[in-house]
């Protein structure tokens, strides 16, 4: 089945103008001057919104529910498999496949990971240590124990737990010198310490990052390697 990719988002965001181009080096204070100037009336013409056909579905039925977040993870690192797209969501069906809430294409077709999320959609997607780790407010995935809120999939042994789940929703994962970062409304690992809505995973055990903080977190970011 045919889809819709935009070529532009907007007026910058993946416009091959030359005059894009050439504005874009001299700053946001620029960009504002000349648009005032302009009324956007040159930068539209240059690059005006439109949508590329040509792109296949996952399946012909698509996806019968939300899509909350999307993410890409290589199965079998430097192997011959293909990287994967990942989807996270509300759906239960990805094409003709039956997926609770996750579901990976590989360019040709769609596949479920196990039996899947329970209960809540995920809300972030990573990867760890080769290993693909989603945070949301599921309750289980795989129906393994000690997966709430956080999990991690491989395909040697399926779903599995991060040091025994978390008390409240993941809505951030990032990684960041060599460990796993999650952000959300949690206040405590699973049978262990208490964290203030964030917390970091070494591969083995979760701690906190000094007092956390007071509100909850929806998003991460690494910078200048901070």
Request: proline share 6%.
């Amino acid at each position: 089945m045919p889809t819709l990719v935009p070529t532009c988002r907007s007026r910058f965001k993946r416009c091959r103008s030359p005059f894009a181009k050439r504005i874009g080096v001299f700053g946001f204070r620029l960009i504002i001057l000349l648009l005032a100037a302009t009324d956007g009336a040159s930068l539209n013409a240059d690059c005006a919104p439109q949508w590329e056909s040509g792109h296949t579905s996952p399946g012909p039925n698509s996806i019968d529910s939300t899509v909350t977040c999307l993410g890409t993870w290589d199965p079998d690192g430097a192997g011959p498999q293909p990287t994967r797209l990942v989807m996270g969501g509300g759906f239960s069906t990805v094409g003709d496949v039956g997926a609770s809430n996750i579901a990976t294409w590989n360019g040709t077709g769609c596949s479920a990971l196990g039996s899947g999320l329970s209960i809540g959609p995920p809300a972030a997607i990573t990867v760890y240590n080769n290993q693909l780790i989603v945070g949301g407010n599921f309750t289980d995935a795989g129906g393994q124990p000690s997966t709430s809120r956080i999990a991690r999939w491989t395909s040697q042994s399926g779903w599995g737990q991060l040091g025994g789940g978390l008390n409240s929703p993941v809505y951030a994962l990032s990684t960041y010198n060599g460990q796993l970062i999650a952000g959300g409304t949690f206040t405590m690992v699973i049978g262990g310490i208490s964290v203030n809505r964030i917390a970091q995973w070494n591969g083995v055990s979760w701690s906190s990052l000094g007092q956390g903080v007071n509100g909850d977190v929806r998003a991460l970011a690494v910078y200048n390697g901070e």
